[in-house]
């Protein structure tokens, strides 16, 4: 480091920046000097023996509790850890990535922790709001730096990153009503998420706002995050006498499903049946016809989550502790 420091006259602490990918304290010339002289000098950082040095392993852990085996396979999923991944590599730091189901005790969720393989760890958690609240506190209790996704009302000593998931559920309820929808039906997943309590909370503010009522049984929080289980849903809504004008899916996915059922059915979208999604992933747009749906940062959370934590676990302000990302309307021509 001192080699690399003299030819590009520059501190010591200057090359330490950007090894760790702290560009921000510094001017663009002077870190393409330094990363200049690296090369010219065949320098390459020595991880290993900074972990020793800083009782760091550099090394930050993603867990996800979901009762998905293949839960890295869904978009939203696969988007929060690319935004993780980008900043944990800038930075230096690996990522751990561990899986555990809900509704039983699973020792090996936090076990990284427990035996320091990690600085510090990412949670997203499915489950009820006492599953979750409880994972969260035997975290906290381990005295591990700690993010948390999508939850609300945190902790003030928890940090969180989230979006706005109700808002704009009630956003996208708002124009369906301003278009004359008074008839309307909901689809959501049956693992209990925190997105999907926000987003079915923004929906029936939307509607008692509008002096609407929604039958419960048109409220189906039965689905799985597959296209076939909102295609069976969905056609059950049109079974109903008085059916739904507007079928609304919390996830794109459940949508795409919803869509199919709706032309099975004859009936034309969104003349007949407008369907909206959550969640805008890239497929959305290809749909027949393009999806009205909610865009959520995924990936701009989990850049987030990981900048925040390894601030915090190097000793640096990680900003405001709990920080609300804002959703964006992506109308298409399904509603």
């Given amino acids: 480091m001192r080699d690399v420091a003299d030819l590009a006259q520059v501190s010591l602490q200057t090359v330490s920046n950007v090894i760790h990918g702290r560009y921000d304290e510094m001017s663009p010339a002077t870190r393409d000097r330094v990363l200049a002289a690296m090369e010219s000098l065949g320098y390459r950082a020595n991880l290993a023996a900074a972990s020793l040095r800083s009782q760091r392993v550099r090394t930050i852990a993603v867990l996800v509790l979901d009762e998905h085996t293949e839960f890295l396979a869904d978009p939203l999923m696969d988007l929060l850890i690319a935004g993780v991944a980008d900043i944990a590599r800038d930075r230096g730091y690996g990522v751990l990535i561990q899986g555990a189901r809900p509704g039983r005790h699973d020792e090996s969720f936090l076990r990284s922790t427990r035996e320091g393989r990690a600085d510090g760890i990412i949670v997203q958690l499915s489950g009820t709001p006492a599953v979750r609240r409880g994972l969260i506190d035997e975290a906290r209790a381990l005295g591990v730096d700690l993010v948390v996704i999508d939850e609300d009302g945190l902790p003030a000593d928890v940090m969180g990153v989230r979006a706005e998931q109700s808002s704009g559920m009630r ?118 016809p393009p999806l009205t749906t909610v865009r959520v940062p995924a990936y701009e959370m989990g850049q987030r989550a990981a900048r925040m934590l390894i601030d915090r676990v190097e000793g640096q302000e990680a900003g405001h502790p709990h920080l609300v990302l804002p959703t964006e309307l992506v109308l298409r021509g399904s509603g």
């Fill in 171 to 288: 956003a996208l309820t708002e124009r369906l009503i301003a278009q004359g929808h008074r008839r309307f039906a909901f689809i959501g997943a049956r693992m209990p998420w925190a997105v999907v309590e926000q987003r079915v909370a923004g929906f029936r503010e939307a509607i008692a706002a509008a002096g609407l009522t929604v039958e419960e049984d048109r409220i189906l929080l039965e689905a799985g995050f597959e296209a076939s289980e909102g295609e069976t849903l969905a056609a059950r809504l049109l079974g109903l006498p008085d059916r739904p004008t507007a079928l609304m899916c919390s996830s794109d996915l459940q949508a795409a499903g919803a869509l199919r059922a709706v032309k099975s059915a004859g009936l034309r979208v969104p003349d007949d049946v407008a369907v909206t999604g959550f969640e805008s992933f890239s497929f959305s747009a290809y749909l027949e």
